[in-house]
């Protein structure tokens, strides 16, 4: 991967709709990725994506619909309340007690993702941190953190604002019997860290399973996840698949 200083620069807008049509239709797009790999499970799982002109409000899928069926018409827009402003269907609580605390504690958060992927569920009930074992995973090295704690459905605004001050300034958390949470400053970012992070734990779960993994040197760790995990580096690593997924399933931008 190229150096950070090296990567194309993020976009930028001339005025709030622009930005706005721009968040939605990456929104769509990374649920359509999410089902196409295999992170839905029934109703569970919630991206979210702060509006750019009312910062305490953030764009969420409807609560029931397919993660495979999203278009940028479908996304509902949720206010701090939990009432939904714009769209009409119901947003799931869950998603609103977890993200509308993420987002308030993390002003600098633009978009959330959480699902009940295989693999991150799997490798969460371990209530530990990812080791630094491949290249991909140093992404995460010192920038993520464990809820070490289960109390059912996160339906409660106070679990929300645990989970919250759990992930701390991280880009993700392990959400102990749960599943993974991961942020960003931009939609394409938290969705390639979820990506990336879910299949970090299906590597983690394989090399423990055939033997001891080796672990990268911390400082060699620490060197990669700068190389690696930065903001502009989750945002590039985004776009071919964002690219794919217009190309293969152009409907999600109506």
């Keep these: 991967m190229p150096t950070p200083a090296a990567l194309p620069a993020t976009r930028s807008f001339e005025n709030p709709d622009h930005e706005r049509l721009y968040r939605k239709q990456r929104l769509a797009a990374a649920f359509r990725l999410f089902s196409r790999f295999g992170f839905d499970e029934g109703v569970a799982g919630h991206i979210t994506a702060r509006d750019p002109e009312r910062l305490d409000h953030f764009w969420v899928n409807p609560f029931g619909m397919h993660f495979g069926h999203i278009r940028v018409s479908d996304l509902i827009l949720v206010d701090d309340r939990g009432t939904v402003v714009e769209g009409d269907a119901p947003v799931n609580t869950a998603a609103f007690v977890i993200h509308s605390q993420v987002h308030a504690a993390r002003p600098d958060v633009v978009a ?25 995973v140093c992404a995460f090295f010192e920038d993520h953190a464990v809820f070490d704690d289960y109390t059912g459905v996160v339906v409660d605004v106070a679990e929300g604002k645990r989970i919250a001050h759990a992930l701390g300034d991280n880009k993700a958390a392990i959400l102990r019997n749960h599943g993974l949470l991961t942020v960003g400053h931009s939609i394409e970012e938290a969705a390639w860290w979820f990506i990336t992070m879910e299949r970090s734990c299906q590597a983690q779960l394989l090399a423990s399973a055939a033997g001891a993994p080796v672990l990268i040197d911390p400082d060699m760790a620490r060197l990669t996840a700068g190389q690696v995990g930065s903001h502009a580096a989750g945002w590039f690593s985004f776009q071919p698949l964002f690219d794919r997924i217009v190309r293969e399933q152009p409907d999600l931008l109506e």
């Design 112 to 136: 959330a993702a959480h699902a009940h992927s295989v693999h991150g569920k799997a490798f969460s009930a371990l209530g530990r941190l990812l080791d630094p074992i491949t290249q991909d």
